[in-house]
């Protein structure tokens, strides 16, 4: 997802637009939230901490460590949270510092693995401003949504690293799908009538799948073709099971959209 930001300046007599002064008050006013931030509160006061979840690969940080990655990537936990995407892209991937006992050291996120850990630190930090049950729920619900996809479409391709680092990086996008629900639960929690939509949406994933079975080589006899139809529609199914209001399908189709 990319986000752009058109700003027009036009000058009359020597004048500034007032829309262009407002526009860019705006941005300073977010800018100097995210800058303002006290970073103090995030950092560990233990010796290690273990970030870990049946959804995502455990990841180990030192007080040391972790500390360091608060104070060089506000982007982690900025004041109003952005999608993860856009969040990793802000961050700059990595940073190269100069300790206190004069060691330099480079911080990285640009790897694949980097960029996971990036995500399941984003979703740690978001976390903490998603609290309550019914955001459990959520969360869980949302995870195994976008798993069942993510699993559709890595075994209608036979998996792939793309689909590994995607198990990880869900939690950040289903956290911040979960931010989402909590600031427009006015929106989302309307009572909408989703059954035509959800089941458009089913069937489009039906047809995915029986279109990517005809000219599948790797299995070319009906009845073991049969069987993997059968497999890959269990999924569908505990879709529809899942999928229970409006922002569940939105967030499904917007999650496939984006990423398949």
Known sequence: ?????????????????????????????????????????????????????????????????????????????????????I?????GYYKDIVEADGNKKHLTFGSEVGQDQYYILYSYFLKKKNEGNDLNIRRENLISIYHDINDIFGLLTYGGTYFGHQFNRINGYAEYGVY??????DIFNRLLDIKEQKKLYLA???????????????????????????????????????????????KAQEFQYSNY
């Open 204 to 250: 489009s994933l039906r047809q995915i799948i029986l279109e990517e079975l005809k000219v599948d080589n790797e299995i070319p006899d009906k009845k073991s073709k049969e069987k993997r139809q059968a497999e890959l529609y269990k999924y569908v199914e505990h879709l529809d099971s899942l999928i229970s209001d409006n922002f569940y399908l939105k």
């Open 87 to 91: 969040s990793y892209a802000q961050s």
């Open 180 to 185: 989402q629900f909590k600031e427009n639960s």
């Open 1 to 85: 997802m990319k986000t752009l930001i058109s700003i027009t300046t036009f000058i009359f007599l020597g004048c500034n637009s007032p829309t262009k002064n407002n526009s860019l008050s705006q941005v300073d006013t977010v800018v100097k939230k995210q800058n303002t931030i006290d970073k103090s509160q995030f950092y560990l006061t233990t010796d290690s901490v273990i970030i870990s979840s049946k959804h995502f690969d455990t990841i180990v940080y030192s007080k040391k460590d972790f500390n360091e990655i608060v104070d060089n990537f506000p982007s982690l936990y900025a004041t109003i949270p952005v999608h993860p995407d």
